[in-house]
């Protein structure tokens, strides 16, 4: 199993372009996650899915959008980039509710917008 | 208000020497309790976790955590630090799966020589 992996490693962007992070998940697990870290800041749910189809709101979702169309992916996506979403995206996974929640990461996305 | 806190932002323990990382959280519900590590660069990994039973629980790499429900803490602790140990470590909890886990904003170990 490769677990979860996302791409791109790291990615530059100019004010106002737009960029999707990919996420993917070989483990057959229902539920995904996007979490945003800054420094000494913890890290911050954007959105997370339930299932192919099914995707709700985090802490902070503003200035991205996901789509769940297979169990497998889980793509992020930045519309209009703005220096506030500089920062590390990670991608998680976790199996079902009987999981007790614990959560599988991606190696993560260094995202700089200038 | 749901959260977690580490108290120390950084540590700095000598090789060879214990260590011991705090947390504490604040949960409404029965609390789900993990602890991660991330090395500079990478991603996180899941060290240990606690969903009920022994207090005492065990991990990788010789770490293990105790959770105290009337202290709601739950410390992280190694008897022998190693160089490698050094990273950051974030205490995390959360409830049901499909939720988010609420992170600590974590402490950085340093191992001196």
């Known amino acids: 199993n490769a677990g979860v992996t996302q791409t791109p490693k790291f990615r530059i962007l100019k004010i106002g372009q737009s960029m999707t992070l990919q996420c993917a998940q070989d483990?057959?697990?229902?539920?995904m996650y996007w979490y945003r870290q800054d420094p000494g800041m913890g890290l911050k749910l954007i959105y997370y899915?339930?299932?192919?189809?099914?995707?709700d709101k985090g802490e902070v979702p503003n200035g991205y959008n996901v789509s769940r169309s297979t169990t497998e992916d889980f793509p992020l996506r930045l519309e209009l980039a703005a220096p506030s979403q500089t920062s590390v995206y990670f991608c998680a996974s976790s199996l079902d509710r009987q999981s007790y929640n614990e959560q599988f990461f991606g190696p993560g996305t260094r995202l700089t917008v200038l | 208000a749901q959260s977690v806190t580490q108290p120390d932002i950084h540590i700095t323990v000598s090789e060879g020497a214990s260590l011991e990382l705090r947390c504490n959280y604040s949960?409404?519900?029965?609390?789900?309790l993990f602890w991660y590590v991330q090395s500079p660069g990478q991603g996180l990994q899941l060290l240990l976790k606690y969903f009920s039973g022994d207090t005492l629980v065990q991990g990788i790499k010789g770490f293990e955590a105790e959770f105290k429900r009337s202290q709601s803490s739950f410390n992280l602790r190694k008897p022998s630090v190693h160089w490698s140990d050094a990273a950051e470590y974030f205490c995390a909890v959360g409830a049901r799966a499909g939720t988010a886990l609420i992170f600590g904003k974590g402490t950085t170990l340093s191992v001196s020589s």
């Open positions: 483990m057959n697990h229902n539920y």
């Open positions: 949960y409404g519900a029965t609390p789900y």
């Open positions: 899915s339930v299932g192919a189809g099914i995707t």
